[in-house]
Structures are given as structure tokens and as C-alpha cells.
């Protein structure tokens, strides 16, 4: 079985940075697939960042592009988000995706698990 530990967040001001991280731990294949997405308040869990299994590619939201910076140590099946010039808008609760099924993760119906979630708090 595999479970995602989510780490980080937080609150910060306007223009701050904060991290996130994720790690699954349990019987992962080389080829598992994680990714961030987030829910503001009253809107559906959407995209953020995803990086492709079985490339170096990275996907971004077009609202986050520029400002954070998805990594990953795939050895131990560890991925951060670094978000950096936060804004108002950023706030939400941040949720770390898995899929064992090799593909990237774009969408929620391409998530089979989904980390505890995180809550992320910009003030202005």
C-alpha cells in the first residue's frame, strides 16, 4: 500500500515563499507518477504541477509558472514545491497526488491517491 505524507505550508505575506513536500512511502514503481494540485475556497481542486515518470519534464498551472519550482529525488519518492512571490490568490489547501499507473498527471481523474492535503494562507 501506498500512502502520501504531505510536509510545509503554512502562512506568509503577500511576496514570501513557502515549501511543500510529499513523500510516498510503500511499494512505489520507478515509474510513479506525483503531482501538486489545490483547492481554493469555494472553487474545485485544480492543476498546479506535475513532472512526466519517465522524463525530466515538469508541467505548471499557467497561474503558478515562473513562481514555483516543482523537484523531485526519485530515489526516495520525494517532491517539493517551491513557491516563491506568493499571492492572496495563492491560498488554498495543497494536495499531493499519486498514480502507480505510469501516467502523467494533468487532471484528478488521473489521481488513484491523494496525500492528507496542506493548508496555504497568503495575506496581504
Known sequence: QVKL???GGGSVQAGGSLVLSCEASGSTTRDYSMAW?????????EF?????PRSTAKYYADSVRGRFILSRDGTKNTMSLQMNDLTPEDTAVYYCAGDS???TIVAPRNVDLWGQGTQVTVSS
Open 5 to 7: 505524507v504531505q510536509s
Open 37 to 45: 494540485f489545490r483547492q481554493r475556497p469555494g472553487s474545485e481542486r
Open 48 to 52: 498546479v504541477a506535475t513532472f512526466n
Open 101 to 103: 499507473r505510469g501516467q
